[in-house]
């Protein structure tokens, strides 16, 4: 799949509203609401290439927490799951992707526009395509260096712990100043001086062989976070949510990120201070082994997390339009 002329121009199909639709066809009007207002919810899903052929990680939790999403926002997702984790099968299966990075989103569509419209359709799409790394492949041994952010997560509000398209704003704006400073990543406070997460990730802290990770009501409810903290638990490490400092951040001695689409990634410096030796810790080593090889299909601890995509569906038939 080619991305290299723009992620508009690839020769593929996208799920669109029940159709599978030509990708260059996949398109919306200026006036979209969520353009404007940025309310719809969406989620990132990937897929693997294991021995079985493309599996999707944890396909059901990402729905579920698209569906969660939604109702968080009061959006009427016009779809049932089952209809939802189909169309994530089918876009890898018919984009003919052996790995994929799988974007769901619902959304309102051109109706009418203000706060008050109330005559909004919600339309959803689901496209996947190839996404290799998200950051540079060194840097998951090296580990990165983030900056303690002056944009806050606010603590205790669901909106905005949601996947809604709208919260990315803070997301963005945090990674930039991030990045315009020299530094790899953000590290987000809560609107209590606690840490919360990254622009994308959430945060764990390794001291004295036990894990640390905040709680998740100024973070996203991260299902690589829940994944992490299950397959440590099976290393027989303990794992412990609470309120961090970030006084406590930088006398710890591993820092990672996790998400979907950073996995899990060490950090090694936080501002100027050097974490531990400024090396990717053992703990974190151990996680993003026993996470990759999980993932990929070997060593598999909770089968229930892989759907695997030329087995699993092949029974149903999908709503389609036109084959591919
Ligand atoms: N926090 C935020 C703000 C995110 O966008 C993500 C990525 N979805 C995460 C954490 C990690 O969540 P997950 O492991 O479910 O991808």
């Keep these: 799949m080619d991305t290299s002329k723009g992620l508009e121009n690839i020769d593929g199909v996208v799920w669109f509203d029940g159709q599978y639709v030509d990708w260059k066809d996949a398109k919306v009007h200026v006036l979209t609401h969520t353009l404007h207002y940025g309310l719809g919810v969406f989620e990132g ?3 693997y290439s294991t021995t ?3 599996t999707i990680f944890r396909l059901k939790d990402h729905t579920d927490r698209l569906f969660e999403s939604a109702e968080t926002v009061k959006l009427k997702i016009p779809y049932s799951k089952d209809e939802i984790n189909k169309a994530q ?3 890898v299966k018919k ?5 994929a990075y799988i974007r769901p989103m619902c959304f309102y569509g051109s109706e009418g526009l203000g706060l008050r419209a109330d005559n909004l359709k919600v339309h959803c799409i689901v496209a996947a395509w190839y996404w290799p790394s998200y950051l540079s492949p060194e840097l998951y041994e090296k580990g990165i260096k983030v900056k303690l952010s002056s944009y806050t997560r606010q603590r205790g509000n669901k909106v905005s712990r949601s996947k809604v398209n709208g919260n990315y704003v803070n997301s963005i704006v945090a990674l930039n100043e991030a990045l315009e400073a020299g530094f790899d990543e953000a590290l987000m ?4 001086g606690n840490v919360a997460e990254g622009s994308g990730e959430n945060f764990f802290m390794v001291k004295e062989g036990k894990i640390f990770t905040p709680d998740v009501e100024a973070s996203l409810n991260g299902i690589t976070r829940k994944s992490i903290i299950d397959l440590a ?5 303990d794992v412990i949510e609470k309120k961090i400092s970030p ?3 930088i006398q710890s001695d591993e820092l990672f990120f ?6 899990v990634l060490p950090i090694t410096h936080v501002d100027k201070n050097k974490i531990s030796d400024g090396q990717r810790g053992p703990i974190t080593k151990i996680l993003q082994s026993k996470y990759s090889s999980h993932v990929r299909g070997e060593n598999i601890l909770f089968p229930e997390w892989l759907t695997n995509i030329s087995v699993s569906y092949t029974h149903l038939t999908l709503p389609t339009n036109r084959e591919v």
């Excluded at 406070?189 to 209590?192: I, K």
């Design 247 to 249: 006084e406590e951040v």
């Design 189 to 192: 406070l809560d609107t209590e």
């Design 258 to 263: 996790t998400g979907t689409a950073a996995e």
């Design 89 to 91: 099968i089918e876009v």
């Design 45 to 47: 899903v990937r897929a």
């Design 233 to 237: 638990k099976n290393e027989k490490i």
């Design 52 to 54: 079985q052929g493309p």
């Design 95 to 99: 984009n003919k992707l052996e790995e």
